[in-house]
Structure formats: C-alpha cells, structure tokens
C-alpha cells in the first residue's frame, strides 16, 4: 500500500511560480517562529512573577504570630552577583551564537549557487535552499532565546533564595534581549536578500 509522506506546510517548497503558495509558506513559518519565541517570553514572565509573589509572601513575615522573616545573609550580595554574572554571560552567549549560526547559514546558502530575484519581498520562491535557511534562522533564534531565558530564570530563583528585587533588574534585561530577538516576516525578508547578495558577491 503506498503512502503519502507527511510534509510540514510551512516547510515544504511551494510550487515554481504559485505566489500565494509562497505567502503562506513564508508567513506560516513566521507566525511559528513568533509562537514560539512568545512562548519562550511568557515562560519568564510567569516563572519571575510567581517567584516574585513568593519571595514578597516570605519578605511580609507570614501571619502575625509567626517568626519574623530572617534577615538577609551576609553572603546575599554573593547571589546578587552570580545572578548579574549570569545575565551578562547568557545574552552575550545568545547574540554571540545566533551571530555564528547566521554567518554558517548565510555561508552554506553561497555554496549552493542559489539564485534570488532582489530585492526579496513576499512573492519570493520558497527553493530547497530557502527553506533551509530560514529554518536554520528559526533553530538559531530558539537556542540564542533559551540561553537568555535560563539566565533570567536562574536570577528569578535568586530572587526568591535572597529576597533582593534586584534580580527583577537582571530579568527585564534578558527580556529585553529576547524581544530583540523577535522574529518577524521583515527580518526573515532582510535575511533572504542578504543571503542573495553575498551569493551573487560570492559568484
């Protein structure tokens, strides 16, 4: 009995010259690189918001007739600075990776001799070649977020050991590093003509 293999249609390549089909393989494989990447974002924002209530429930003391909270440790500043350390180390990893990656893409999108019609808009030929590029664009955008979101998940658990709000600091930075990574059909566009340029430079 024959089977049909099963294809990803925001993967698959769109038939020479069906521009709708092109669309919406374009914009299919954005919208799944948002999803994710949003995904990624609310991760943090709900792991540090339930990590804040906490560490505001221990900071009140608990009900009047109980313990006071103890104070800090002397060694919290030691938390504070693993939690700046991590921060820092993860967002420079994250663009530092996602900078490798995209010059490897871009590289092996030269090699294959690829030709794009410039400038690239949204009617471009979703080829074998890139498909594969922008694949490698959403594998490359998920590894440079989750290096960023273990960082701010790593100083939303300090907060809550410590109970210094600083941290919240270190976490609305990864934030910000990963809405810098957000993608967008724009940027998908930029990366395609970029790919084609350094091809035909390269030629």
Do not use: W
Request: hydrophobic share 50%.
């Amino acid at each position: 009995m024959n089977r049909t293999p099963i294809q990803n249609p925001y993967l698959a390549s769109a038939t020479p010259g069906s521009n709708s089909d092109n669309q919406v393989n374009l914009k299919g494989l954005v919208r799944t690189s948002q999803i994710i990447a949003f995904a990624l974002i609310q991760a943090v924002v709900f792991i540090t918001a339930i990590m804040a209530y906490l560490t505001l429930l221990s900071s009140d003391g608990g009900p009047d007739n109980a313990a006071p909270a103890n104070p800090p440790a002397d060694d919290s500043l030691v938390m504070v600075v693993i939690g700046v350390v991590a921060c820092f180390v993860g967002c420079i990893a994250s663009f530092v990776a996602n900078r490798l990656l995209k010059g490897m893409a871009i590289r092996q999108f030269s090699s294959s001799g690829e030709e794009v019609e410039l400038p690239v808009d949204e009617t471009v030929t979703m080829t074998a070649e890139i498909s594969r590029l922008l694949t490698t664009s959403q594998t490359r955008m998920i590894i440079g977020m989750a290096l960023v979101e273990g960082a701010a998940v790593i100083n939303a658990v300090m907060m809550m050991l410590d109970e210094n709000m600083i941290h919240l600091v270190m976490v609305a930075i990864c934030l910000v590093a990963m809405a810098v990574q957000f993608p967008t059909l724009q940027k998908k566009l930029d990366l395609i003509e970029l790919a084609a340029r350094t091809s035909q430079d390269r030629i």
